[in-house]
């Protein structure tokens, strides 16, 4: 048999900047996991996509 092939994953571990960075926002959204989930688009650059327009109060770039 042939060897099987796999898809390629980044390896990436989780950073604990997203949480600071989550932590240290003053808006009103109490839901942590968005705020880790704005935190990280905002370190990377990279847009949310989420129908959620409440996440637009971390002036992200959300993609729905």
Not at 21 to 29: K, R
Request: hydrophobic content about 40%.
């Amino acid at each position: 048999m042939g060897k099987r092939s796999r898809a390629w994953v980044p390896n990436r571990y989780p950073s604990p900047m997203p949480c600071s960075e989550a932590g240290s926002w003053s808006v009103a959204h109490c839901d942590p996991f968005d705020r880790v989930l704005a935190a990280q688009a905002h370190l990377e650059d990279i847009p949310l996509v989420s129908a959620d327009v409440a996440l637009d109060l971390f002036g992200i770039n959300r993609r729905c």
